[in-house]
C-alpha cells in the first residue's frame, strides 16, 4: 500500500506543469546579413557561400510581425545538386555540403524537465513530403551526452495556422542541464525541393518533477551524432535483451541481441539523419532515445 500510495504521488507531481516562452520565441528578432532569427541556428551561413538561404523571416505571422519561413531548396556545389531542408535549432548546425550529412550539438541550457512543445504552423509539402519537429532533454556526464527525454512529431499540409504539440517521452527520472529542439522542412528521408513550412509562437510546459520510483534500464549511447559507429553501453549485463533502431517513418531499419553491457552497431549503410532507437529487457522497464547519422 505505502509503494502504490508514493507511486501515485509521484504521478501526480510528475503531472504539475507551467509554461515558458523559448528564446525569441516569436521570431520577431532577426540577424538581417545572414537571414537568421536571433537566438536560433540554421543552414544559411554554410548554404550562404552558394548564395542560398533555406530560412528567411516571413510577415504571414501567427502573432506579431514575422514567423520563421523554411523552404527545402535545391543547392548546385562543386557541380552536385542536392536537396537541402530548411532548418531550426537552439543547437548549433552543422551541413557538410560534400556529403549532404548534417549534425546538431549545444542547445538551450535549461535545468528543468519539458513536458511539452507547443507551437504554430502552415505546411505545404511536395510529392507528400511533411515536416518534422523533435526535442530532447539531455546532461553531459564526463563528455558522455546522457539523453533524459525526447519527443518528435510530423507536420502534415496545413493552409491556415495550425496549433501543433509534441510529447516529451522520459528515458529517465534524472535533472537535464540542456534542452533543443529541432524544426526541419522535410521530414522524409529523401527532401522535397519546394517543400514550405512557416512556424511561429513556439513555448514549452515544464515538469517541477518526475516519478522515478520506476525501476529503468540506464544506458549510454554515443557518439551522438555519429558517422559510422554508434556504442551502447549499461552497467547491467543481460542475455535477454533486444536493440531496434527506427527511422523518422517508424520503419524498424535493425534489429539485434545486446549481450552483455556493450553493443556496437554498424551506421555507415544508414542514409543521414533522425533516428530513434529502443532497448527492451524483460528484467527492466524499456528505454528509448534519438540519435543522429551525419
Do not use: C
Amino acid at each position: 500500500m505505502k509503494k502504490t500510495a508514493l507511486a501515485m504521488i509521484g504521478l501526480f507531481i510528475a503531472s504539475f506543469a507551467f509554461s515558458q516562452s523559448l528564446p525569441n520565441h516569436d521570431f520577431e528578432v532577426w540577424d538581417e546579413l545572414i537571414s537568421e532569427p536571433e537566438s536560433w541556428s540554421t543552414p544559411n551561413p554554410i548554404t550562404g557561400l552558394v548564395l542560398v538561404k533555406t530560412v528567411t523571416k516571413s510577415d504571414d505571422a501567427y502573432s506579431g510581425s514575422y514567423s520563421a519561413r523554411l523552404e527545402t531548396t535545391k543547392i548546385n556545389f562543386l557541380g552536385s545538386e542536392f536537396d537541402v531542408p530548411g532548418m531550426l535549432t537552439l543547437g548549433e548546425f552543422e551541413l557538410n555540403l560534400s556529403d549532404t550529412s548534417y549534425g546538431f550539438s549545444g542547445g538551450y541550457y535549461l535545468q528543468e524537465n519539458v513536458s511539452r512543445l507547443n507551437g504554430m504552423y502552415k505546411y505545404t509539402g511536395v510529392d507528400g513530403d511533411s515536416a518534422f519537429v523533435f526535442m530532447y532533454n539531455y546532461k553531459m556526464n564526463d563528455g558522455v551526452m546522457d539523453t533524459i527525454g525526447y519527443g518528435y512529431k510530423h507536420l502534415h499540409d496545413a493552409a491556415e495556422w495550425t496549433s501543433f504539440s509534441v510529447d516529451m517521452q522520459y528515458i529517465s527520472g534524472a535533472v537535464p542541464d540542456t534542452f533543443n529542439v529541432v524544426i526541419i522542412s522535410s521530414g522524409d528521408q529523401t527532401p522535397s525541393e519546394g517543400s514550405v513550412l512557416l512556424v511561429d509562437n513556439l513555448t514549452i510546459e515544464i515538469n517541477t518533477a518526475v516519478d522515478e520510483l520506476a525501476e529503468q534500464l540506464k544506458v549510454e549511447v554515443y557518439p551522438n551524432p555519429t558517422e559510422n559507429s554508434l556504442y551502447f553501453r549499461t552497467k547491467e549485463s543481460s542475455s535477454s535483451r533486444k536493440l531496434s533502431i527506427f527511422n523518422t517513418q517508424g520503419q524498424k531499419v535493425k534489429e539485434t541481441r545486446f549481450m552483455g553491457t556493450k553493443k556496437r552497431i554498424e551506421t555507415y549503410e544508414l542514409p543521414s539523419g533522425v533516428y530513434s532507437y529502443q532497448i527492451q529487457d524483460d528484467q527492466l522497464l524499456p528505454v528509448s532515445g534519438l540519435f543522429i547519422k551525419q
